[in-house]
């Protein structure tokens, strides 16, 4: 357009200018031919430049929604854990209580096996101490033993 202006011819005492018909309709069909090109252009930004907040949009609600799943599945490993640690502590007392009672039962064993020996014990030592006095009542007459005896 501007070439055009340039080789216009001034007309005397005004501020007009003749330009060449073909030329001016030229650039009259090449402006029909591309202001809808830059009107269909100047929409389609348009548009992007309003989706572009959308979009940021949903992508900021989903961060969010996986920040929370994660969140929850932290709490839900959590809980997992404090349930393992309950349940191991449960399994410890457990542990330690049927000890207690292995331990007692045992005792109990010993003692009764240690009753029962003491018993047999006191029995040969009684019967020791009749033979021992039984000996020492009677008068035993001393053996002679033979030097060819074996």
């Known amino acids: ?8 011819q001034r007309v005397p005492l005004t501020h007009k200018v003749m330009v060449d018909e073909r030329a001016m309709l030229t650039v009259v069909d090449e402006m029909r031919i591309r202001i809808p090109e830059e009107i269909r252009e100047a ?3 348009m548009r992007q430049r309003d989706q572009i907040p959308q979009a940021a949009q ?3 609600e989903r961060i969010v ?26 399994l410890v ?8 009672a292995s331990r007692e039962e045992m005792d109990l064993y ?12 006191e029995s040969h030592l009684t ?3 009749r033979g021992v006095a039984a000996l020492d009542q009677s008068e035993v007459e001393p053996v002679e033993f033979d030097e060819e005896s074996p």
């Open 65 to 90: 929604q996986e920040a929370r799943e994660q969140a929850e599945q932290m709490i839900r490993d959590e809980e997992i854990v404090q349930q393992a640690e309950a349940h191991a502590l449960n």
């Open 58 to 60: 949903m992508e900021a």
């Open 127 to 129: 019967s020791i101490r």
């Open 43 to 45: 929409r389609r930004v």
């Open 93 to 100: 007392q457990e542990a330690e209580e049927r000890l207690d």
């Open 110 to 121: 010993a003692l009764s096996m240690l009753r029962d020996l003491e018993g047999r014990l």
């Open 1 to 8: 357009m501007e070439t055009l202006l340039r080789h216009a």
